[in-house]
């Protein structure tokens, strides 16, 4: 998994609670800690899950309220800072998922090419609706659903509903 994932997971933990907090969190991890956390370097999916482990137990919330944490850090906050670049010309849910597949094939193109997550996203006839797919080996799927109905939440223009795990029904307003 891409460092900036970790990156972007350890400012959220930062910033809802404090940095002892993600310390005590990232001590209890096997994660290796003589070099700095880099966003650029790519790192073991292990330590992606021990550190979700680690920080559901530490401060006894489930893995949603983890995901509903990152989401929405990483798109209100990391994403407009740091990668402002990439999302330039995103001005609506519709753009961002018209883009999703590609945004992660770039950025996701050091990692090993059968790790990059795959977003098929189909339009209606009408437009009114859309159908995404999740397609990765990694199976995060409730990341992927509040991952989705965070763009929805950010954009105020569409809601969800989940068809399978790996397939949601977008409705635009
Ligand atoms: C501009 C916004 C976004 C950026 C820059 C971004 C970037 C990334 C990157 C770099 C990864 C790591 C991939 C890897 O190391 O293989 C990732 C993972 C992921 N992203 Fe995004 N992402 C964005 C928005 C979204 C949205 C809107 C969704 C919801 C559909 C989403 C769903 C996921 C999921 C589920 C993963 C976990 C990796 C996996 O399952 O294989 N992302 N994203």
């Known amino acids: 998994m891409k460092g900036l994932i970790f990156v972007a997971y350890r400012e959220a933990i930062i910033k809802k609670f404090d940095s002892k907090v993600w310390f005590s969190i990232f ?3 096997s994660f290796p800690k003589e070099f700095p956390l880099l966003k650029t370097e790519i790192y073991d999916d292990k330590y ?8 559901a137990k530490e ?3 489930e893995y949603n309220d983890l995901y509903e944490l990152f989401a929405e850090y990483f798109l209100n906050e990391y994403v407009p800072k740091n990668l402002f670049y990439v999302v330039e010309n995103i001005r609506s849910s519709r753009d961002m998922f018209r883009n999703l597949d590609l945004i992660h094939e770039i950025l996701s193109l050091s ?4 790790l990059i997550p795959r977003f098929e996203y189909t339009e209606a006839d009408d437009a009114k609706e859309a159908i995404l797919i999740y397609k990765s080996q990694r199976k995060l799927y409730d990341l992927f659903y509040i991952m989705t109905k965070t763009v929805c939440e950010k954009y105020g223009d569409c809601r969800i509903e989940r068809v399978a795990s790996e397939k949601l029904k977008i409705v635009y307003k």
Do not use: D
């Open 48 to 55: 992606f899950f021990e550190l979700l482990e680690i920080s």
């Open 59 to 61: 401060l006894n919330v």
């Open 111 to 114: 990692a090993s090419l059968e």
């Open 27 to 29: 001590e209890k991890s």
